[in-house]
């Protein structure tokens, strides 16, 4: 089973991340030009939210927040479920299902060291899954 400190060595640990004060368009831009869903909000080095494109959808320009002249503390998520490396991609999968959320941020010793995405949680599930079958046909199909 992979962990998650498995899985950020895998994806790498480059995290994309705004302030609070950062006006929600430079996130929307961000997000865009990464092709990702959600950046972890931080201030002095802790995170303090969470700015997905779902925050967007609902909170934005519908609700009379235009992206240009809000800042990101106004919509982001302030409840964060980080999580450490040593989770297990179910783990993650279980959290992200029984929250309804799609990110976990990576936290160690209070510093943001990583992101997973429901994505990544799939993925590792599924290759996982396929290595068993894999090695279960092959012990089948040995010579007994």
């Known amino acids: 089973m992979k962990t998650v400190s498995m899985l950020l060595q895998e994806k790498g640990r480059v995290v ?3 302030s609070p004060s950062d006006l929600v368009i430079y ?8 092709n990702i869903g959600a950046v ?7 995170v303090v939210g969470i700015f997905s494109e779902r925050d967007y959808a609902r909170r934005g320009d519908l609700q009379g927040h ?3 002249a809000t800042q990101v503390s106004e919509l982001m998520t302030r409840l964060v479920i980080c999580i450490s490396q ?3 991609a179910d783990e993650c999968l279980a959290i992200m299902t ?10 160690e010793q209070d510093r943001l060291i ?12 599924i290759s996982d899954q396929a290595f068993v079958i894999e090695q279960l046909e092959r012990y089948i199909t040995l010579p007994h």
Do not use: C
Request: hydrophobic letters at 50%.
């Open 66 to 68: 235009p992206a240009s």
């Open 16 to 18: 994309w991340t705004v």
């Open 40 to 46: 972890p909000v931080v201030e002095n080095d802790e």
């Open 98 to 107: 029984s929250r309804h959320i799609r990110h976990l941020p990576v936290v």
């Open 27 to 34: 996130a929307l831009r961000l997000m865009a030009e990464n």
């Open 86 to 88: 040593d989770l297990t």
């Open 114 to 125: 990583g992101i997973i995405s429901i994505g990544d949680a799939v993925k590792a599930i």
